[in-house]
């Protein structure tokens, strides 16, 4: 099959180089010259692992290319992946679709022959059919079906995510667009992947709702952890004791100091907006919401009340900037509220992170970045884990408390244990577990 990608963000890169490596022909679409440039040169803009070797091994083979030249691709393409980015609209929270609609109107004017024009953006439902009046206002003898095809990629696990989905969701009528868009992902069929079809606003839906109830989990056991600690228990057992139940599972009950990331802000605001324009209050999204921005910021304080209720002139080390390990992704991260917090609170704030220092640098320029986790510990008078990078879970807590002005650590990712922490000498405070003063 031949497949044109537009777009070459993280859905787009991530899925033309995993269709190449299934053995399609595909050609990854951007406007920006130097992007294009620059992963011709082998330079990858996101932190995904694993993803630099997929695409040079693809690129060599001849199956994968990037070009500024839409309508090539396009009217040589079996199928047309729209995977630009749909970020909030400023104001109101609603998902911007300019890019979507631009895409949609180039396309439409290069259509040639048969082809399956598929939305892998995360779109409003409805999005589709504008699509398609789009594409056919422009071009009106087009032969064309216009398909829904979201995505459900993990940032730090994507090319496993891609290659090992729980499910495929399509949305398509057309038995030539299922036809199509089955083909492009039977390469799977050896993993038993479940291709589900679907009408196209059904599949737009799913996106939404699966991001919503997966945020609702992370905030439902973030109040849980609240309790907990007001209550003497633990949160990390009752979500065990929780998740055990296979009608829960396991999976989003970790807690922390809230979500954050590309999607599931974006996302759910997103759908609160599409359901208000249908006269739909969805009362649970919505408390979801504003529970975890109230969380983030609380999160401040937490570290203020660590260092017994002020943080003037006090220095404190954050390790981890990025919404999640794995990643170089900072949107919406626990991390920004948090040190904005802490730099209102009249906090000097030192930070590391494996990958994100570029992003912080750009979006922090407040605070010193440091270049290992000891250096940014030197002198600190507590340090915050904010992200559970694989590289903070065995750190040597001997040097650590050398280090440190005050053996103070808050640990919002409940790596460690209370009581090893107490008997090293450290004061430690954690999400949802009592408090341990140090031995």
């Not at 737009?204 to 997966?214: G, H, M, P, S, V």
Request: aromatic fraction near 6%; hydrophobic fraction near 45%; charged fraction near 25%.
């Amino acid at each position: 099959m031949r497949i044109a990608m537009i777009g070459t963000g993280y859905v787009g890169l991530v899925s033309g180089a995993c269709f190449a490596d299934f053995g399609h022909q595909v050609t990854c679409v951007d406007k920006d010259a130097d992007k294009v440039a620059a992963l011709r040169r082998g330079e990858i803009p996101i932190f995904e692992p694993g993803l630099d070797a997929l695409v040079a091994s693809n690129v060599k083979a001849g199956r994968l290319d990037f070009t500024t030249d839409l309508a090539g691709p396009v009217s040589e393409a079996d199928a047309v992946f729209i995977a630009v980015g749909t970020p909030s609209r400023r104001g109101d929270g609603h998902a911007d679709l300019t890019y979507v609609h631009t895409a949609a109107r180039e396309i439409a004017k290069v259509l040639s022959g048969f082809t399956v024009v598929v939305t892998k953006s995360t779109v409003p439902v409805g999005t589709g059919d504008e699509v398609e009046r789009l594409i056919r206002e422009m071009n009106p003898a087009a032969d064309v079906v216009v398909a829904s095809n979201p995505e459900f990629l993990r940032e730090g696990a994507a090319i496993r995510d891609f290659k090992f989905p729980d499910r495929i969701v399509v949305g398509t009528s057309d038995e030539r667009g299922r036809k199509v868009l089955g083909d492009i992902y039977r390469p799977l069929s050896l993993n038993q992947a479940p291709l589900m079809f679907t009408a196209r606003r059904t599949a737009e839906l799913i996106k939404y709702a699966a991001n919503a109830f997966l945020a609702t989990k992370i905030t439902f056991i973030n109040e849980m952890a609240d309790l907990s600690e007001k209550v003497g228990a633990d949160v990390q057992e009752v979500a065990r004791g929780i998740g055990l139940d296979n009608r829960i599972g396991s999976k989003f009950l970790h807690a922390g100091p809230g979500f954050g990331g590309s999607c599931f802000p974006k996302d759910t605001r997103a759908l609160v907006k599409i359901a208000l324009d249908h006269d739909v209050q969805l009362r649970i999204v919505e408390a979801v919401l504003a529970v975890n921005d109230n969380r983030k910021r609380a999160m401040a304080r937490k570290v203020s009340n660590a260092l017994g209720g002020s943080l003037r002139g006090k220095t404190i080390a954050v390790l981890g900037l990025t919404f999640k390990p794995d990643t170089d992704d900072m949107r919406e991260a626990p991390s920004l509220p948090l040190i904005t917090g802490l730099l209102d609170m009249g906090a000097k704030v030192r930070a590391y992170d494996p990958v994100g220092l570029e992003q912080a640098r750009r979006d922090l320029p407040e605070i010193e970045c440091c270049k290992d986790a000891y250096s940014c510990a030197t002198g600190a008078d507590a340090l915050v884990i904010v992200t559970e990078w694989v590289q903070f879970r065995a750190l040597d807590m001997d040097r650590l408390k050398r280090e440190m002005a005050q053996p103070v650590i808050v640990d919002l990712r409940n790596i460690y244990r209370p009581e090893d922490m107490a008997a090293l000498g450290f004061s430690y405070e954690s999400v949802g577990r009592a408090s341990q003063p140090r031995n």
